[in-house]
């Protein structure tokens, strides 16, 4: 298959999943990264694996509190969702979850808060 196909960016992003449940952030991060630039060379940059991805990492980033480094993940990843599965999504609404904690956790309550509610309309409408 070679370094750079889909299915061996798939076990990076395995792996790297691993090692984050492990606590394991230095090794995890690396292993996102590359599984990320592979899925982005091989697909469109729009697609759902890329968002997932991006959702992974940021939370990497967001459990060592690098909000800075966490927060674009996330928002890129909340706009791929919106874009390839539409707005009200169950994945649209786990975006939306991951970076109402990040706005919480830096303090900014009011963005929070819309974040939360979007997320639990979505939520209430897919039950």
Do not use: W
Not at 37 to 59: C, F, H, Q, W
Not at 84 to 93: Q, R, T
């Amino acid at each position: 298959m070679g370094p750079n196909h889909p299915d061996v960016a798939q076990s990076l992003h395995n792996l790297a999943g691993l090692y984050q449940a492990q606590g394991q952030y230095a090794q995890a991060e690396p292993l996102y990264k590359r599984a990320l630039t592979i899925t982005e060379k091989a697909t469109d940059p729009d697609y759902s694996v890329v968002a997932m991805i991006l959702n992974n990492l940021g939370r990497l980033y967001d459990i060592q509190g690098q909000y800075a480094q966490a927060e674009p993940l996330f928002r890129r990843s909340l706009a791929i969702r919106e874009k390839v599965l539409g707005p009200n999504h169950p994945d649209v609404a786990t975006s939306l979850e991951n970076l109402a904690l990040l706005c919480r956790l830096t303090r900014r309550i009011a963005e929070a808060e819309k974040l939360e509610e979007r997320a639990a309309k979505i939520k209430a409408n897919n039950k």
